[in-house]
């Protein structure tokens, strides 16, 4: 299995781990949000792997946008995957499929060497 990187072109943090990849030479697939949308059956897989707690980006201008009883109703994997789906920018970025089938989310460069070593 390769490395799928899930994310938006113009986020920061997606440019510095594909930079961060691609400098250490890793061969990579790139599936962009805002073209692909968000694969619901993957969607499962990493809220199954890594918790909704995780996945919603409740930092970003697009969950601030939100009103109120929007993001009230997130309380659960099944709220998430429905606010996930129908906003993109929700979801917190970059999330990555690794070989070894382990899932993560965001970008550290030595959590990222721990997954490749």
Sequence with gaps: MKI?????PNCDTVKKA??????QGVDFDFHDFKKQ???????????????????VNRKGTTWR??????KAAVV????????????VSVVKRPVVEWPDGKVSVG???????????
Excluded: N
């Design 107 to 117: 970008f550290k460069a030595e959590a990222f060497a721990e997954h490749l070593a």
């Design 18 to 23: 594909r930079t961060w990849l691609s400098e």
């Design 4 to 8: 799928t990187v899930y994310g938006i």
């Design 65 to 70: 946008g939100l009103d109120d009883a929007s």
């Design 76 to 87: 659960d994997d099944a709220s998430a995957r429905a606010l996930l789906l129908q906003h």
């Design 37 to 55: 949308g968000v694969p619901e059956a993957r969607l499962d897989h990493w809220l199954d792997a890594v918790g909704w707690e995780t996945l």
